[in-house]
């Protein structure tokens, strides 16, 4: 007897395509809307009834139960009885799981253990809900497929669920969860293609294990509609010890063709690719360093309190150099992504923190006594001392700050804390000779107090995303130039007896890495055009509003960027002209109305003009993006630029964050999850919002 419902969730929507492998297209009956999915994985339509339509999901639901409950009933019938013992036959799922032939099966004394009775058809709804909820828990965490397999996890379903029928693997990798990276993959091209304007980023990961070689994520920062901005994965891609630059900017150019970004981006952000090889992140040398750094079988234990220091930058410069040609790479990478491209603000910020860790040696003892110091009263002090010491730093139920303080900005607010509290500490456990002396004290001190600014700067770019990777949370490059400023002018009015190497370090590091950006005419544009900032930040303004002239005219013109050898940028990068709005038949004179005072003809305000009113405005706090939607009338030809400069990240993405993680996972005594898995589980993690809220 077939276990196979009559009862289809395609019921309710009217199929309208149907392409190769099991593709379809079908409007909702309810609605009209289209949605688009596999015959074999219909939990779209499940959630489009239950969000959309709730009571003609009630309704399907029911339709289902009173089909299983009939089914079931009809089943019990045929029970024989042998010695006493009842016996009956169910239709029962096969060792093939719920995604193989279905057979009957025979359960004992009423069912098998907690009960569970008939199992869910792979298309009920309630089974498409719980194979969707794991699904979602594989990419949240990045788990390996296989989970589905083990057996504590089966039980602990079985538990829950009794009548729920565990997917196998092959299932899972092979069709869930490519049925979900089709639908993000439908989502984003349908999002940004009513994008007003974009931005891309590109990230490179190069892999030190021999599983692979790295893979290439491309972001799309773009504002919507609505004005708000958003962040999505377009793809993320493979790579190989063997990809060329000219490969990588081939596979760039191919992912911004297929989800039609082409010559839309007004700017790129992306580091020369020695740099933008996912590095480790930069830490206090010898200070809490994380888990995911000591715990690498291949490093040497000698460098792993130097990991801000000659073995990482090695690491960094290495991190692409599977064939040596480190200054080709960096030649083509100018030249294949030309003058639209500008470095990451965020690990510019970092590289210039850790080349400033690495010129002071003699801070690394200190630190590394003060992480003594710390594993000591760990051991010592109650953990709700702890607790309240380090106000939320520590979770509840841990004994460290591993987990938590993940980077240098992180374990500064550890370090201060701990600072902060040394007496009490100290009276409490009574360290000995782990104890801090005045002098390491007085060093550690000026440490935090030459670091803090640059921390502030930190803060400012990540914000909560620093806790949740998954914050959709937009900081523009219009904070950049301000923070060069600010640091510069911190490093040149402070004096340090104990860290003079450190401040000389730092200010180095920053006229090279940073200071460039006070000449940008895009930094001196998006920095201009944001409210708050204007041009208070200037000291000359004349010039920079000459610059910024300049700048917003070779925006504002409709001429096609410079031949960049890829048509990436071969369309304007102007935005179409907007249909004129309809006119009053007030504008129009006539008898009725000669009362009424006629308003003078106005004149389209030149982009000078534009500039002139808006600089004479106060600035304001008010959000940027909210500043040139209510503006926008006002001053339209700012306006467009504005919102175009925007776009332009000056922190991380968020599929940057995921590297970090999924590098974890790729290590010898993780490696479980093989690359093609992992570039789907990266995809759908980084547009988890897209796909799931």
């Given at each position: 007897?077939?276990?196979?419902?009559?009862?289809?969730?395609?019921?309710?929507?009217?199929?309208?395509?149907?392409?190769?492998?099991?593709?379809?297209?079908?409007?909702?009956?309810?609605?009209?809307?289209?949605?688009?999915?596999?015959?074999?994985?219909?939990?779209?339509?499940?959630?489009?009834?239950?969000?959309?339509?709730?009571?003609?999901?009630?309704?399907?639901?029911?339709?289902?139960?009173?089909?299983?409950?009939?089914?079931?009933?009809?089943?019990?019938?045929?029970?024989?009885?042998?010695?006493?013992?009842?016996?009956?036959?169910?239709?029962?799922?096969?060792?093939?799981?719920?995604?193989?032939?279905?057979?009957?099966?025979?359960?004992?004394?009423?069912?098998?253990?907690?009960?569970?009775?008939?199992?869910?058809?792979?298309?009920?709804?309630?089974?498409?809900?719980?194979?969707?909820?794991?699904?979602?828990?594989?990419?949240?965490?990045?788990?390996?497929?296989?989970?589905?397999?083990?057996?504590?996890?089966?039980?602990?379903?079985?538990?829950?669920?009794?009548?729920?029928?565990?997917?196998?693997?092959?299932?899972?990798?092979?069709?869930?969860?490519?049925?979900?990276?089709?639908?993000?993959?439908?989502?984003?091209?349908?999002?940004?293609?009513?994008?007003?304007?974009?931005?891309?980023?590109?990230?490179?990961?190069?892999?030190?294990?021999?599983?692979?070689?790295g893979y290439l994520g491309v972001t799309c920062h773009y504002l919507a509609s609505d004005w708000q901005m958003r962040s999505a994965?377009?793809?993320?891609?493979?790579?190989?010890?063997?990809?060329?630059?000219?490969?990588?900017?081939?596979?760039?150019?191919?992912?911004?063709?297929?989800?039609?970004?082409?010559?839309?981006?007004?700017?790129?952000?992306?580091?020369?690719?020695?740099?933008?090889?996912?590095?480790?992140?930069?830490?206090?040398?010898?200070?809490?360093?994380?888990?995911?750094?000591?715990?690498?079988?291949?490093?040497?234990?000698?460098?792993?309190?130097?990991?801000?220091?000659?073995?990482?930058?090695?690491?960094?410069?290495?991190?692409?150099?599977?064939?040596?040609?480190?200054?080709?790479?960096?030649?083509?990478?100018?030249?294949?992504?030309?003058?639209?491209?500008?470095?990451?603000?965020?690990?510019?910020?970092?590289?210039?923190?850790?080349?400033?860790?690495?010129?002071?040696?003699?801070?690394?003892?200190?630190?590394?006594?003060?992480?003594?110091?710390?594993?000591?009263?760990?051991?010592?002090?109650?953990?709700?001392?702890?607790?309240?010491?380090?106000?939320?730093?520590?979770?509840?139920?841990?004994?460290?700050?591993?987990?938590?303080?993940?980077?240098?900005?992180?374990?500064?607010?550890?370090?201060?804390?701990?600072?902060?509290?040394?007496?009490?500490?100290?009276?409490?456990?009574?360290?000995?000779?782990?104890?801090?002396?005045?002098?390491?004290?007085?060093?550690?001190?000026?440490?935090?107090?030459?670091?803090?600014?640059?921390?502030?700067?930190?803060?400012?770019?990540?914000?909560?995303?620093?806790?949740?990777?998954?914050?959709?949370?937009?900081?523009?490059?219009?904070?950049?130039?301000?923070?060069?400023?600010?640091?510069?002018?911190?490093?040149?009015?402070?004096?340090?007896?104990?860290?003079?190497?450190?401040?000389?370090?730092?200010?180095?590091?920053?006229?090279?890495?940073?200071?460039?950006?006070?000449?940008?005419?895009?930094?001196?544009?998006?920095?201009?055009?944001?409210?708050?900032?204007?041009?208070?930040?200037?000291?000359?303004?004349?010039?920079?509003?000459?610059?910024?002239?300049?700048?917003?005219?070779?925006?504002c013109t409709a001429s096609p960027p410079a031949d960049l050898n890829t048509d990436f940028h071969s369309q304007s990068q102007t935005?179409?002209?907007?249909?004129?709005?309809?006119?009053?038949?007030?504008?129009?004179?006539?008898?009725?109305?000669?009362?009424?005072?006629?308003?003078?003809?106005?004149?389209?305000?030149?982009?000078?003009?534009?500039?002139?009113?808006?600089?004479?405005?106060?600035?304001?706090?008010?959000?940027?993006?909210?500043?040139?939607?209510?503006?926008?009338?006002?001053?339209?030809?700012?306006?467009?630029?504005?919102?175009?400069?925007?776009?332009?990240?000056?922190?991380?993405?968020?599929?940057?964050?995921?590297?970090?993680?999924?590098?974890?996972?790729?290590?010898?005594?993780?490696?479980?999850?093989?690359?093609?898995?992992?570039?789907?589980?990266?995809?759908?993690?980084?547009?988890?919002?897209?796909?799931?809220?």
């Amino acid at each position: 007897m077939a276990s196979v419902s009559k009862v289809s969730i395609l019921d309710y929507f009217n199929i309208v395509f149907e392409g190769e492998n099991g593709k379809i297209e079908s409007n909702c009956k309810a609605c009209g809307t289209r949605i688009q999915a596999k015959r074999s994985v219909t939990s779209n339509f499940v959630t489009h009834l239950k969000r959309k339509h709730p009571a003609i999901y009630d309704d399907f639901v029911k339709r289902k139960d009173m089909k299983r409950e009939g089914y079931s009933s009809a089943c019990l019938h045929s029970f024989t009885t042998n010695g006493g013992n009842p016996r009956f036959t169910l239709p029962v799922t096969t060792g093939a799981g719920a995604g193989g032939g279905e057979g009957v099966g025979t359960l004992e004394g009423g069912g098998g253990p907690g009960g569970g009775g008939t199992k869910f058809d792979r298309h009920d709804p309630r089974q498409v809900l719980i194979s969707e909820a794991i699904a979602k828990m594989i990419v949240l965490d990045l788990q390996p497929v296989s989970i589905v397999e083990n057996q504590g996890f089966r039980e602990l379903l079985q538990l829950l669920e009794p009548r729920y029928t565990p997917e196998p693997q092959h299932y899972m990798q092979g069709q869930l969860l490519p049925a979900y990276a089709y639908q993000a993959q439908l989502a984003t091209r349908q999002a940004v293609a009513s994008a007003h304007a974009l931005s891309l980023s590109l990230d490179l990961w190069r892999n030190q294990s021999h599983t692979a070689s790295g893979y290439l994520g491309v972001t799309c920062h773009y504002l919507a509609s609505d004005w708000q901005m958003r962040s999505a994965l377009l793809a993320c891609l493979p790579l190989t010890c063997s990809s060329s630059v000219s490969r990588v900017l081939s596979d760039f150019d191919e992912v911004c063709h297929s989800h039609g970004v082409s010559g839309r981006a007004f700017c790129v952000v992306a580091d020369p690719f020695s740099a933008t090889a996912t590095a480790r992140p930069c830490c206090l040398p010898g200070f809490l360093v994380p888990p995911l750094l000591t715990s690498r079988q291949d490093d040497d234990p000698a460098d792993q309190d130097l990991n801000n220091g000659k073995h990482a930058e090695q690491w960094i410069s290495n991190g692409h150099g599977c064939n040596g040609e480190d200054a080709d790479w960096g030649e083509s990478w100018e030249q294949g992504l030309g003058v639209c491209r500008v470095d990451c603000f965020s690990r510019s910020l970092e590289q210039c923190v850790r080349e400033g860790l690495f010129s002071s040696p003699q801070i690394s003892s200190a630190l590394t006594k003060v992480a003594r110091f710390y594993n000591y009263i760990t051991s010592a002090v109650p953990p709700e001392k702890l607790i309240q010491l380090f106000d939320g730093w520590l979770p509840a139920g841990t004994r460290n700050l591993h987990d938590t303080a993940v980077d240098w900005a992180a374990q500064l607010k550890v370090l201060r804390r701990l600072l902060d509290s040394v007496e009490f500490l100290e009276e409490m456990s009574s360290p000995g000779e782990v104890a801090l002396s005045s002098s390491e004290r007085a060093l550690l001190r000026e440490l935090i107090d030459i670091l803090e600014p640059f921390t502030e700067a930190w803060d400012m770019v990540h914000g909560d995303t620093q806790r949740d990777p998954q914050t959709d949370r937009h900081v523009s490059i219009s904070l950049a130039l301000p923070c060069v400023l600010g640091l510069r002018k911190h490093l040149s009015e402070t004096s340090t007896p104990h860290c003079p190497a450190l401040l000389l370090g730092l200010s180095q590091s920053l006229e090279r890495l940073l200071a460039p950006i006070l000449e940008n005419p895009l930094y001196v544009t998006a920095t201009t055009l944001d409210p708050q900032f204007k041009l208070t930040w200037s000291s000359n303004p004349d010039w920079h509003k000459q610059v910024l002239i300049e700048e917003l005219s070779k925006h504002c013109t409709a001429s096609p960027p410079a031949d960049l050898n890829t048509d990436f940028h071969s369309q304007s990068q102007t935005l179409p002209t907007p249909a004129p709005s309809p006119v009053s038949s007030l504008s129009r004179p006539c008898k009725l109305f000669s009362f009424i005072k006629q308003r003078p003809a106005t004149q389209a305000k030149s982009l000078e003009q534009e500039l002139s009113v808006y600089l004479r405005e106060e600035p304001t706090d008010e959000e940027a993006l909210h500043y040139w939607r209510r503006k926008a009338i006002d001053f339209p030809l700012l306006a467009q630029v504005a919102k175009r400069a925007f776009t332009i990240p000056a922190c991380d993405t968020v599929v940057e964050s995921i590297f970090s993680t999924a590098r974890r996972l790729l290590l010898p005594e993780r490696g479980h999850i093989l690359p093609k898995n992992l570039e789907t589980l990266i995809y759908l993690k980084a547009n988890y919002k897209l796909l799931w809220t």
